[in-house]
Nanobody
Framework: QVQLVESGGGLVQAGGSLRLSCAASGRTFSNYAMGWFRQAPGRERECVGA????????FYVDSVKGRFTVSRDNAKNTMYLQMNSLKPEDTAIYYC?????????????????WGQGTQVTVSS
């Protein structure tokens, strides 16, 4: 049984930083791509960033390029999202997801398992 547990969310002022973590268990972590998605009220879920199983290939949505970094530690079965220069429009629930294969996709239907989400709120 796969479990994904996010942590690290919270309230931060604009311009600040947060680091989210996603701890995975239940199957061989290093075999699967991972992704970070977010959903704000009234908006569709969007992929913020994704990383291939080996960690060599990453994807970022344009709005976070240069500010967010996705990484993973396969020895610790954990993925991270470092968020810098946060903006009020980054406010959302952030979810981690585990892919069906090692390829990093930016669409939710390519992901089998999801965490419960962690709230990120950026005040202006």
């Amino acid at each position: 049984q796969v479990q994904l547990v996010e942590s690290g969310g919270g309230l931060v002022q604009a311009g600040g930083s947060l680091r989210l973590s996603c701890a995975a268990s239940g199957r061989t972590f290093s075999n699967y791509a991972m992704g970070w998605f977010r959903q704000a009220p009234g908006r569709e879920r969007e992929c913020v960033g994704a990383i291939s199983s080996s960690g060599t290939i990453t994807f970022y949505v344009d709005s976070v390029k240069g500010r967010f970094t996705v990484s993973r530690d396969n020895a610790k079965n954990t993925m991270y999202l470092q968020m810098n220069s946060l903006k009020p429009e980054d406010t959302a629930i952030y979810y981690c997801a585990q892919g069906r294969t090692g390829v990093a996709w930016s669409v939710p239907w390519k992901y089998d398992y999801w965490g419960q989400g962690t709230q990120v709120t950026v005040s202006s």
